[in-house]
């Protein structure tokens, strides 16, 4: 059965950390792109950050830059979202998706997607 699962969400304080995860089981994660979207009541869903399969390139969306990594380990079919320096408009629901091709994340489209963490940034 095919599972991408993220946890790692929470409620944090401003500034605080998180790093979140996603799991996936079923199918080869070595060989497709992760992606982590975040969407928050009201408002679009936005691309936070993806990394190809050979986890050589990585993308950031300007709002995070800085302050979020992305990273993976093939070895475990894990993928992660490290969260610093965390502001209010950081609080989303974030899902991970994957797919063979960067490109198609990047397009918000993919093979699999989780069922997304809450995380919460408020003092």
């Known amino acids: 059965q095919v599972q991408l699962v993220e946890s790692g969400g929470g409620s944090v304080q401003p500034g605080g950390s998180l790093r979140l995860s996603c799991s996936a089981s079923g199918f080869a994660l070595s060989n497709k792109a992760i992606g982590w979207f975040r969407q928050a009541p009201g408002k679009e869903r936005e691309g936070v950050s993806c990394?190809?399969?050979?986890?050589?390139?990585?993308f950031y969306a300007d709002s995070v830059k800085g302050r979020f990594t992305i990273s993976r380990d093939n070895a475990k079919s894990m993928g992660y979202l490290q969260m610093n320096r965390r502001t209010p408009d950081d609080s989303a629901v974030y899902s991970c998706m994957v797919d063979p091709a960067s490109s198609s994340i990047a397009a918000g489209r993919g093979d699999y997607w989780g069922q997304g963490t809450q995380v919460t940034v408020s003092s």
């Open positions: 990394i190809n399969s050979g986890a050589g390139d990585t």
